[in-house]
Structures are given as structure tokens and as C-alpha cells.
């Protein structure tokens, strides 16, 4: 097999993009993907501050080195959701990527912050863990990123990320999170630019990415994917793609054009939590502080079954 551009010898075939590329081409492609995502949908310049969502994964430790060699200012953030020894795992892995380069990783423990690791908070609220985990990882990740003066949050979200979560919002019709999925969301107030800089390009092409390019990361899924709704679409949108090619790339780019069609039911308004002062559209404390006092209250009855059996 001979890459497309060079004639060389190929590692990967890209049957969606009918190409067949060397590793420094393939390398070429990814950050050329990258750049161009950065500039059509004005994530951010130069001179803006971007944290990246690090989660010790492919997707977002390549994210980190593609954009700090591409030149912009990017440190890393890795959020310590205390999922047993995967948490360790990830936190290690971003922790020692970050330390060979000489980049500047924040570490935020949600244990610290919430008072219970997310395996606890998941038995407390009663809740489906990745239900929580998103609304504890977006409240942190967007207060992290404005209180360090940051101007993008960057994720990791790829096309397969983003064709799984687009067939899930069409499966249910859901006009709001069909208006909001896009590779950028502007700043409003204390909500910072959410960035999705890797939305064009595939698993496939972020992992031999990370192969060619040494990047360690964690080959393990967090324990909580498995029988998550978002694996099972992926799990379709594959069976179509080995079928017909191309089909998760066409069903993204053919939604961009025609998303200005879905408008969210009617605007949110923002105010600020009295608890915290981040923006929250709940009456009274955000869904984050709620959590925290339920949290507290759950500590507070542990505490006295203990004093009253004691
Ligand atoms: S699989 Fe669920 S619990 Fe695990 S990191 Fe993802 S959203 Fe969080
Ligand atoms: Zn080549
Ligand atoms: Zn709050």
C-alpha cells in the first residue's frame, strides 16, 4: 500500500477521505485538519490563553501537543473525578505528558471541590454516573478555565464523538442540544468559548497519531463506558461506515450546513449562583452547589449514626 502524496510505503487507509498516507503525512494531514478547524470556526488566536481538557486519552493529550506545536499557548487541565484506579491511571499519564514536555498541567480533585469522589456522589444523589460526571466536569472545567483568565476550553471530542452524540440528539429530535451542536460556543459572561478542535478527524487517525508521534496514553475506558448510551451509537455509526464510507464525516459536515435550521425552544437565561457566582439557569444555587450540599448533608447524617451508635 502506497501513501497518497508520496508514494511511500502506507500505514493507514482512510476509506472515508480515499486516502492511503505514510506516517509524516499522516502527521501533515491531522495538524493541517486541526489548523483549518481552528480558522473556519475562530476558536481562537495566538494570542488568547486555551485550556485543553485533558483526560490522559488519545484524543486530548494529541489535542494538547498538536496545538502547543502549532504555537498556540495551551496548558492542560486534568480533572480527578476519583473513579477508583482508573482515575490514578489517567492522572499519572497526563501528569508524566505534561512533565516531558514542560507544559503546565492544573490537577483539579473533584473530591476536594465537591466533597466526594464521583464513585461517592454516584451512590449519594442516586444518580447514573456519566449524568453526573458531566454536570460536575462541565461546572469545574468552565470555572477552572475563567478563573485562570483563559479565553477557549478546548475538548478532545472527535468525529466520532461528535457523529454519535449528532445521532443521538436525531434519534430524539432534540432541537435545543441540535441548535447547540457545534464545533464552537461563543463566551457569555463567565462562560467561556467551549473549542472542539479535532471534530473532522477519526479515532483511527488520532490513534496512529499519538503512535508516530510517541505520545503515551491510556489504552483503558473509563469503567462507567461500558453500556453507555453513546458507545452503542458508535457501535452503529461503525457497522455503517465499514459499509458505506465516508458515512459519519457526511452525516456531520451535511448537519453543519443546515443546523442554523434547529433554534434553541427559547433563550436561557443566566444568573449567578449566590453560592458560588458562576452562571447557572436553576433558581437559586447551581446544580454543582446542590450537589455539594447534598453531599454535606449526607455527611452530616453518617456523622451522627456514628455518634448516636457510638
Ligand atoms: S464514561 Fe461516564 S463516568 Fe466515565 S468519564 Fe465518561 S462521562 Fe464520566
Ligand atoms: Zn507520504
Ligand atoms: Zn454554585
Redo the contacts with the bound molecule.
Sequence with gaps: MRCSVCGREAVIRLRHAGLRLCPEHLVARVEKEVEGAIRRFRMFSHEERVLVAVSGGKDSLALWHILTKLGYQADGLYID?G?GGYSERSREVSQAFAEERGLTLHVVSLAGQLGAT?DELTRIARGK??SL??TVKRYLMNRAAWEGGYQALATGHNLDDEAATLLGNVLRWDEGYLARQYPVLPEEGKLVRKVKPLVFLSEREMAAYCLINGIHYLHED?P??QG?RSIVLKGVLNQLEDRYPSTKISFLRQFLKVRDRFQPPEPVLLHECPSCGMPTAAEGACRFCRLKERVARHALRVTDDHGTSA
Excluded: E, F, R
Aim: glycine share 10%; charged share 0%.
Design positions: 473525578l473513579i464521583l454516573p456519566c460526571c458531566g473509563c462507567h463506558a453507555a
